[in-house]
Every structure is written in C-alpha cells, then in structure tokens.
C-alpha cells in the first residue's frame, strides 16, 4: 500500500522534499535555496494542475522566474558594498503598495478563477495566491516581513490541502508554517544584532 502510494505520488514527495530544503536555506539566507525553489516550482506544475489548483499552479510558473531574480537579486546584493543582499525591514511605504497590490492581485485571480475555470475554491485558492505572490517577491528582495506573509499563506494553504486530499503537501505547509515563525524570529534575532 505504502509503496502504491509512493509511486503513484512521487511527483508530489520530491516537490515536499525539494521544497523542505527551500525553507530551510531561506531562514538560514543561503542563495542556494533559488535552486531548490526553481525545481520544486517545475515538479509542483504537475501537482497542482492534476488537482485543479489553478491558482497554485499559476504561482509555480511566478516561481520559476521568482527564483531566477531571487538569485540575481540576492547574489548582486548592495551596489555600494558588492556584499550579497542584507534582510532589511519593509518601510511604510511599501507596506501600503504592497497592500494595494494585493488587493488588485486577489481579485484578478478570483475573476479568473471563478469565470474561466472549474475551480472549487476560488477564493481561498485566490487569498493563497495573493500572498504568495507577494510573500516571494519580499524573500527576494530580503524583506524580513516575508516571513509573516508565509505565516498567513502556508496556514490557510495547510487547510485547503488537507481538503483536496494532499496529505504530503499539508503536511509540508504545515511544517512551512512553523519554519516561517521561525524565520520571522531569526531574521529578527538577527537584525537586532546589528541595530536595523
């Protein structure tokens, strides 16, 4: 039985895997994790278009050129310094842009979502979306407040697969969910250190 499952869903337990590690070099700020983003984005393409999660599957093709920036972005780092990319906290004013973003992010992909597939949840599936669009576009550019998006993201994101019936992948965002308190504190830990 166990075997069954595993060949029937490999495609689905090397995307965790992959994505596991992803996490983890993320907390640990190791430019490597583009790498394991990009191929578990390429695997999770699949996944997400056999379970009708078009949202999601939309999202991994927004990772694959993501990550393609996250790495020139973390690998260029500062101009002035040619130091990789240092985690920063978000000013204020892109706190409000990223929040108006996310709102013009939601409703398109609820419009699209809701009209032109057979989605069964457009607007969790939307909300997830939403976030993890911004969530990674702030990884990118090192914004320690990335890792409260995720919070929020993976949270909901466990629910919804536990509904489909993607027990591997609930299980990876619920762990994703407890890597990104951890991160979040981390990231502080270490900005504290060095007075941002």
């Known amino acids: 039985m166990i075997y069954s499952y595993l060949h029937t869903n490999w495609v689905e337990i090397i995307g965790v895997i992959l994505s596991l590690i ?13 790498i ?24 991994q093709f927004y990772y694959l050129v993501i990550s393609v920036y996250g790495w ?9 310094s040619g ?10 004013r892109l706190i409000l842009q990223l929040g108006l973003s996310s709102v013009v992010i ?13 989605s069964t949840i457009p607007k969790a599936d939307s909300l997830v979306g939403m976030l ?3 969530g990674t576009w702030m990884l990118a550019r090192k914004l320690i407040e990335n890792w409260l998006v995720w919070i929020v993201a993976d949270g909901i994101a466990t629910g919804l697969f536990i509904y489909k019936g993607l027990y591997p ?7 994703y969910t407890l890597m990104a308190v ?15």
Do not use: H, R
């Not at 939601?106 to 057979?118: E, G, N, P, R, S």
């Not at 992948?169 to 762990?175: G, L």
């Open 83 to 92: 130091q990789e990319l240092p985690a920063t906290k978000t000013s204020n």
């Open 22 to 34: 992803y996490i983890y070099l993320s907390i640990e700020q190791k430019v490597s994790l583009w």
């Open 106 to 118: 939601y409703f398109i992909y609820y419009l699209v979502l809701a009209k032109f597939t057979d």
């Open 169 to 175: 992948t609930s299980i990876s965002f619920f762990i």
């Open 132 to 134: 993890s669009v911004v």
């Open 72 to 80: 020139f972005s973390w690998k260029k780092g500062s101009q002035d």
């Open 36 to 59: 394991f983003g990009f191929l578990s984005s390429a695997l999770y393409i699949v996944v997400f278009f056999q379970t009708k999660f078009y949202a999601d599957m939309s999202l």
């Open 182 to 196: 951890v991160g979040y504190f981390q990231w502080k830990k270490q900005l504290n250190c060095i007075g941002i």
